[in-house]
């Protein structure tokens, strides 16, 4: 062979390594892309990364994907970049959703994640009910927390992803961290963690329960929040909480939303949260809860739960 042969067979050669790489690149891309209820959501990862492969994983992102799509009535976003980073152990270890160039959510999940925590986990669809609420400033992050927190277990329950018993034993446990304690100066102005969280999850099961009661069950805060997202497109938006709670209400033609943040936004309201449970049928039953049919308010716990 010529020397001017060898080095064009070279050059051909490169060609095609380079080719295959390219196309190995793509194919890998297209295998982590997913389509869920309309959304294109694309998940960045090395499989190698994680001992269960690949699989287990995009089973969870879909499943999440799903469930988040079922509760709204759509996927808040899309695309979505999904970015799952690998930590030492296992299960899921948290994550952050952001939206100010695009929707993006970046998730800690342990290396030795089992397919068992990954049905059970809270962190992906906590995380994309973000994606739902407009961005109305740090003074408010109890509200998109708070959404996040109820929400989660409600739209599980919902998908068939997690028992109704589990979720009230939940709220029964840690729904009271959200009570103000001493020097609470409101919602808008006490930042701790548990009036962030379940504070804000405190004020979403009131709304709801306000809702579902003054429309006789006919709305509920799910249909809030389903009309927030349609006007607003979710987090991409900055929109101030006044515009959000305005929205929701008329969606369920209510002032539910807007009468409880003025009671609860400058001061520190505690509502008998034991009395309300007794109402809604849920008991304490060690470390779980029994469910009441004969309660007053049952009609409408059975309807928090029920998909739309």
Not at 20 to 37: D, E, F, I, K
Not at 259 to 266: F, S
Not at 287 to 295: G, K, N, P, T
Request: aromatic residues 6%; glycine residues 10%; hydrophobic residues 45%.
């Amino acid at each position: 062979m010529s020397a001017a042969a060898a080095a064009l067979s070279a050059c051909c050669a490169l060609a095609l390594g380079a080719s295959g790489v390219a196309a190995a690149a793509a194919n890998a891309a297209s295998a982590n892309t997913l389509q869920v209820a309309g959304a294109t959501v694309h998940v960045d990862f090395e499989p190698k990364e994680f001992t269960g492969g690949a699989a287990p994983l995009l089973e969870w992102v879909r499943r999440s994907a799903s469930i988040v799509a079922s509760y709204y009535g759509r996927f808040p976003a899309t695309p979505l970049e999904l970015r799952l980073q690998p930590q030492s152990g296992a299960g899921v270890q948290g994550g952050k959703t952001f939206a100010a160039h695009g929707a993006f959510i970046e998730v800690r999940v342990g290396r030795e994640v089992s397919p068992a925590q990954l049905t059970n986990d809270w962190v992906l669809v906590h995380e994309m009910t973000h994606l739902a609420l407009p961005d109305s400033g740090d003074e408010h992050t109890w509200l998109s927390e708070g959404v996040a927190t109820y929400v989660e277990g409600i739209a599980r329950v919902q998908a068939g992803n997690r028992t109704e018993s589990d979720v009230w034993a939940e709220e029964l446990r840690s729904m009271p961290r959200g009570l103000p304690q001493e020097g609470d100066a409101g919602l808008d102005h006490t930042h701790t963690w548990g009036r962030t969280y379940w504070g804000g999850a405190m004020f979403c099961l009131l709304a709801d329960v306000d809702i579902r009661e003054r429309t006789h069950l006919r709305f509920g805060l799910q249909d809030a929040l389903r009309a927030v997202l349609r006007a607003s497109g979710g987090l991409q938006a900055d929109w101030p909480i006044a515009q959000v709670l305005r929205t929701g209400d008329a969606a369920v033609g209510t002032r539910s939303l807007e009468d409880l943040y003025a009671r609860m936004r400058d001061m520190p309201m505690a509502p008998d949260l034991t009395g309300l449970w007794q109402r809604l049928g849920v008991v304490r039953d060690g470390d779980s809860v029994r469910l009441f049919d004969e309660a007053p308010l049952a009609a409408v716990r059975h309807a928090i739960m029920t998909p739309r």
